[in-house]
T-cell receptor
Framework: DAGVIQSPRHEVTEMGQEVTLRCKPI?????LFWYRQTMMRGLELLIY????????DSGMPEDRFSAKMPNASFSTLKIQPSEPRDSAVYFC?????????????FGPGTRLTVT | GQQLNQSPQSMFIQEGEDVSMNCTSS?????WLWYKQDPGEGPVLLIA?????ELTSNGRLTAQFGITRKDSFLNISASIPSDVGIYFC????????????????FGQGTILTVHP
């Protein structure tokens, strides 16, 4: 089975430009998560969805960040306008609901560089 | 908010040696997960733990869910060069049905270097 798919793998953009990161979760998973990883702050949860509905967006740093999940197989994270401090690796992860277990699987990440 | 203290921050060992790392928290967790991250890749799930006192193995890896539910340990036996990477612990507090069901709190990671 395919794992979590993210695109692009690398993105270089200039400050002020709009950036859109994409994610396809594992088929059948009903939870989707967006994380940001930096050396200084480690792995931070930005937002997560359950059945395409945003549940907790308390980690979204600013209004410049927005995330959508129009259907069960696709989500986007958008930054507009981008700033150099947004440079980081962004991960998407997915999991499925279970009363007896909990496993969260990560995609390969998108490395974003804002110049 | 919740914080996980993971130690050590880094380890330099010889191939064949055993490795131990741990995570501690001021909060009680219901689930502990251990991940490994290779350079340029996403974290890969190694082991999941669900009950206090639980001991689970995955090949040369063994992890334990502390009986206080505030800590967890990961051991790697007979290390090999491909064990190199960053190891993360992650904890989850909520049970099924809670509003924070999906949220994980991550440790800062342990960087493992294995010398051949």
């Amino acid at each position: 089975d395919a794992g979590v798919i993210q695109s692009p793998r690398h993105e270089v953009t200039e400050m002020g430009q709009e950036v859109t990161l994409r994610c396809k979760p594992i088929s059948g998973h009903d939870y989707l998560f967006w994380y940001r990883q930096t050396m200084m702050r480690g792995l931070e949860l930005l937002i997560y969805f359950n059945n395409n509905v945003p549940i907790d967006d308390s980690g979204m740093p600013e209004d410049r960040f927005s995330a959508k999940m129009p259907n069960a197989s696709f989500s986007t994270l958008k930054i507009q306008p981008s700033e150099p401090r947004d440079s980081a690796v962004y991960f998407c992860a997915s999991s499925f609901f279970s009363y007896s277990s909990y496993e969260q699987y990560f995609g390969p990440g998108t490395r974003l560089t804002v110049t | 908010g919740q914080q996980l203290n993971q130690s050590p921050q880094s380890m330099f060992i010889q191939e064949g040696e055993d490795v131990s790392m741990n995570c501690t928290s001021s909060s009680i967790f219901n689930t502990w997960l251990w991940y490994k991250q290779d350079p340029g890749e996403g974290p890969v799930l190694l082991i999941a733990l669900y009950k206090a006192g639980e001991l689970t193995s995955n090949g040369r890896l063994t992890a334990q869910f502390g009986i206080t539910r505030k800590d967890s340990f990961l051991n790697i036996s007979a290390s090999i060069p491909s064990d190199v990477g960053i190891y993360f612990c992650a904890g989850r507090t909520a049970n099924a049905g809670g509003t924070s069901y999906g949220k994980l709190t991550f440790g800062q990671g342990t960087i493992l270097t294995v010398h051949p």
